[in-house]
């Protein structure tokens, strides 16, 4: 008896309040929204294989922009670690039966997909033309597509966020099995605990934001409408307010599951355990004051300018902290190439390359260069697709034995991961360098002279729409197929491995008393414990 | 831990660390709001006061009263078991008034053509844009009573007997924190110059 045969009618699973069903509930959406955002991306880049834009209108290509953009951030990128390794294994990490409130996060989920329905709706019936951002007056007065709904959609799945954040915090706090003190947590449960902090006090802001979008595209009230009074910087403020720390939000579980897959596949305790868990806090911090660096060349004053481009250049301090802490972690290790640690690996490359980037567009004179080309484009995407997506699969892949029950493929899971780092460099290299030559971003239509790299980009991205079908292929086949899983198949020592795999519904038959830290690997011959 | 939770008191102590941290959000919620209003204030005085002047005060004090007079009832419904009942009637019921006295004086506002948009009718076009103020006051104001419905409902599922007293008037008190700060911008501040 386990948490998957407990129960099989369809209510059993809609009305379920056990985190692990839920989990599962969000696995099925968030992949349904990654192959949809992932669709758009693929339009987008065959369009972008001729100068002239190979069957595209302009029209349609803003159309589908906004489209990737809304969905994978909104839709995938913010939710995907927290609502389903987080929802899956918190409880489990801290020796606990469910989250503190079991029907919020039911709630949660039915927040999600009407969401996700409505702002699929908006996409479908019009689209929208303007961007992720919806800057003002451009998503106020000039733009023509179904703006409301999508907005809307987007304001119903912010309360599903608010409300995994504050599920998270709320169970950390309060729900931590005996002796499981706060230096005894796993990392990840710091990184999604910084995380929901980001969840809880940037959201509302988008919130308040998308309100009175919606209430100028109906009413026509002017408030950000330059021509009678309004300010449109005011817009980014608000914006970027909310969408730098979701940035956060995105990275930062990412961080914490690259965390334990180094520690579990070098098998050695994580390296300064204190200073990757205060760096996880860090980054959220200071993630809420370097909104600015968003808005250099938008008409801010100078000096405002200044002040975000330090701050922005602090951020790399508690991010390079986590990359050294990794590879101090993996010195003299015991390192296996399982196909998760293939995922870290490339995580670890390719989030320092989207970082170091990232000082160059944090530097002000550099930033009125590269701004708005594909420079940007290119940095984010590192981070965003080579660094969280990375970590997303590294973390499912090593988490799915216990999720399921079953072992994956594993050599199929090592050519998928290959497969996804060399298509990834092959999509995102390139436009690294047409940035840096000034090919801006957001066009249907380029000059000539980048066709060479737009073609070598589309070429990548063809390689990694491939390696990301390969996973829902084997995963699904591993899930009839698959070897059985023993409790713990990587010889790892956390909470979770304790249990069965897959675990109980109530997860633990006897609530856990914890002694030691998380990461308690027996030590080896000329080895101390801490590395 | 798992196993005390299944104690009743634990189990309210968590809903109430969950009700506060929900009014974190909320403080960034109409702090968006707040910081919008300031930034037009800074950058547009004269117009911001012509709108607090066209706001009705009386309307605006009277319900002052009331939300302050309710949030007293649901705290002795709190720190008086005894009271318990009539104190959330109590709060509910002046919950109720506030939104009766602000259907007519949305009414009244509407007639006077104070809404922003196409149909606004502006005092003077010296002062600067004054449609912004009233984006400010309907927007403020409409969110408000919508916490104050949510709020209402709170109150007659706590005196249904569900759910934890403490939580739902931590939750009104909450909403009227936020009128407290509403009353002085849309009402008072500005009134008395030019």
């Not at chain 1, 009618?9 to 985190?19: F, G, M, N, Q, Y």
């Not at chain 1, 250049?313 to 390192?335: D, E, M, Q, R």
């Not at chain 1, 660094?387 to 999720?403: C, E, N, Q, R, T």
């Not at chain 2, 109409?30 to 066209?54: I, K, N, S, T």
């Amino acid at each position: 008896m386990n948490y998957l045969t407990n129960g099989w009618t369809i209510r059993s699973w809609l009305l379920t309040i056990d985190h692990k069903r839920i989990a599962l509930l969000y696995l099925g959406t968030i992949t349904l929204f990654f192959f949809l955002g992932g669709a758009a991306a693929a339009a987008i880049r065959l369009n972008l294989l001729t100068p002239a834009g190979a069957f595209l209108s302009a029209e349609a290509y803003n159309r589908m922009m906004t489209m990737h953009g809304v969905i994978m951030v909104w839709f995938f990128l913010v939710p995907a670690i927290p609502v389903t390794m987080g929802n899956f294994i918190v409880p489990l990490m801290i020796g606990a039966r469910d989250l503190a409130f079991p029907r919020l996060n039911l709630m949660s989920w039915y927040l999600f997909v009407i969401g996700g329905l409505v702002a699929l709706y908006g996409m479908v019936a019009g689209g929208v033309d303007t961007g992720w951002t919806f800057y003002a007056p451009l998503s106020t007065a000039f733009s023509h597509g179904h703006l409301v709904a999508v907005a809307v959609g987007i304001f119903i799945s912010g309360f599903s966020s608010i409300a995994t954040g504050l599920n998270f915090v709320v169970t950390i706090h309060r729900l931590r099995a005996p002796g499981l003190t706060w230096y005894r947590l796993p990392l990840f449960l710091w990184s999604l605990y910084a995380t929901s902090l980001i969840l809880l006090l940037a959201t509302p802001v988008l919130a308040m934001l998308l309100i009175l979008l919606v209430l100028e595209n109906l009413f026509h009230i002017g408030l950000f409408d330059p021509t009678i009074g309004g300010d449109p910087l005011l817009f980014q403020h608000l914006f970027w307010f909310y969408s730098h720390p979701a940035v956060y939000v995105m990275i930062l579980p990412g961080l914490g599951v690259v965390t334990e897959l180094v520690s579990a596949y070098s098998r050695k305790a994580v390296f300064g355990y204190k200073f990757v868990a205060w760096s996880s806090i860090a980054i959220a911090v200071v993630g809420f004051f370097v909104w600015g660096h968003h808005m250099f060349v938008a008409g801010q004053s100078l000096y405002t300018s200044l002040l975000f481009s330090i701050l922005s250049f602090l951020v790399a301090v508690p991010s390079a902290i986590k990359v050294f802490n990794w590879l101090a972690t993996l010195h003299k290790g015991y390192i296996r190439f399982d196909a998760p640690m293939l995922y870290a690996f490339g995580f670890i490359g390719l989030f320092t390359l989207g970082g170091l980037t990232g000082l160059f567009l944090a530097a002000l004179a550099a930033d009125v260069h590269l701004t708005q080309t594909y420079f940007v484009v290119a940095h984010f995407h590192y981070i965003m697709v080579g660094g969280m997506v990375s970590a997303y699969f590294g973390g499912l892949h090593y988490w799915w034995p216990k999720i399921t029950g079953r072992m994956y493929p594993e050599m199929w899971a090592r050519v998928a991961a290959i497969l996804i780092f060399f298509g990834f460099n092959l999509t995102f290299f390139p436009q690294f360098i047409i940035g840096y030559l000034g090919m801006p971003r957001r066009y249907h239509a380029y000059p000539p002279e980048f066709q060479i790299f737009n073609v070598l980009s589309t070429a990548g991205a063809s390689i990694l729409a491939l390696a990301y079908l390969l996973p829902f292929g084997y995963l699904t086949w591993s899930l009839f197929k698959g070897a059985r899983a023993p409790a713990n198949p990587w010889g790892s020592p956390g909470l979770e491995w304790t249990t069965q795999s897959p675990p109980l519904t109530e997860n633990f038959v006897e609530i856990p008393v914890i002694t030691e830290g998380p990461y308690n690997y027996p030590p080896r011959e000329g080895l101390s414990r801490h590395g | 831990m798992a196993e005390q939770s299944l104690e009743k008191g634990y189990e309210a102590d968590t809903s109430l660390i969950g009700m506060w941290l929900f009014l974190c959000t909320e403080v960034l919620f109409f702090g968006a709001l707040f910081f919008a209003y300031f930034a037009y204030q800074h950058l547009y005085p004269l117009a911001m006061a012509e709108g607090v002047r066209r706001t009705d005060l009386t309307f605006g004090t009277i319900n002052t009263v009331l939300l302050l007079t309710s949030s007293l009832s649901i705290s002795l419904g709190v720190v008086q078991p005894r009271w318990r009942t009539r104190g959330f009637v109590g709060a509910g019921a002046l919950g109720a008034a506030f939104l009766v006295v602000k259907g007519f004086e949305y009414a009244k506002d509407f007639q006077e053509g104070l809404f922003p948009g196409p149909g606004f009718i502006a005092v003077s076009r010296e002062t600067g844009p004054e449609h912004i103020f009233f984006i400010f006051y309907f927007t403020a104001t409409a969110i408000h009573a919508l916490h104050m419905l949510i709020g209402l409902g709170l109150i007659t599922y706590a005196l249904k007997g569900k759910g934890s007293p403490v939580v739902v008037a931590l939750y009104w008190s909450f909403v009227d924190i936020v009128w407290i700060c509403l009353y002085p911008l849309l009402y008072l501040v500005g009134r008395g110059a030019g």
